[in-house]
Structure formats: structure tokens, C-alpha cells
């Protein structure tokens, strides 16, 4: 009841994923919906497939959050950001070894 207070939407939220990020039953389907109302589709399916992302892989882009420290080596890590398309709140972020999929 909390979490659907904080929404401007009606579509009962089954389960929060994150902070921003939901669960919701929506007609006679269950999606992944962000805060904002935008949704990424059907909740089985990876709802990051969908969100807008910024891959840092280079040291150029990896300097924008790593400003005064080492940075990771972009030949071995980069760094994903996955963000709603709608609204621009970043939901996730996944550091991972370069083409892992």
C-alpha cells in the first residue's frame, strides 16, 4: 500500500524490484514498470532488454564516474547502466568483462 501511494498509476504492484522498479499487474498481464508508469514488458522477460543503456568501456567514458581514483582497465571490465527510457532513472548497474553477453 506504501509503494502504490508513490505512483501516479493504478495497476496494483505485486512485488518491488528495486527501488524505482515494480511488478505490477496490469489488465489480464504481469509486467516490469518503472516508478514513472513506463513499462518494459512482460515480467518474465529480462526487463533490461529494453531499458536505455550507457556502456562504459572506454577511459574516456569510465573517467565520468571515476574522476580522482584508478579506473578499472577497460580491456578487462566495463561498466553497464541501465536506465528508464521515460523518466532517466537509473535502475541497475552491472560491471562485467567486455562482450559478456
Known amino acids: 500500500a506504501v509503494l502504490q501511494e508513490r505512483v501516479g498509476w493504478k495497476d496494483p504492484i505485486l512485488l518491488p ?4 522498479l515494480f511488478i505490477c499487474q496490469s489488465g489480464n498481464e504481469r509486467v516490469t514498470k518503472c516508478e514513472c508508469g513506463h513499462s518494459f514488458g512482460d515480467y518474465r522477460k529480462n526487463w533490461k532488454l529494453k531499458a536505455a543503456i550507457i556502456v562504459r568501456d572506454s577511459e574516456e567514458t569510465l573517467r565520468e564516474i571515476y574522476p580522482n581514483s584508478d ?5 578487462w571490465m566495463e561498466i553497464r547502466e541501465f536506465i ?13 568483462a567486455p562482450g559478456y553477453p
Open 84 to 96: 528508464c527510457p521515460q523518466c532517466g532513472t537509473l535502475h541497475e548497474v552491472e560491471a562485467a
Open 17 to 20: 524490484v528495486g527501488d524505482h
Open 71 to 75: 579506473l578499472p582497465d577497460p580491456d
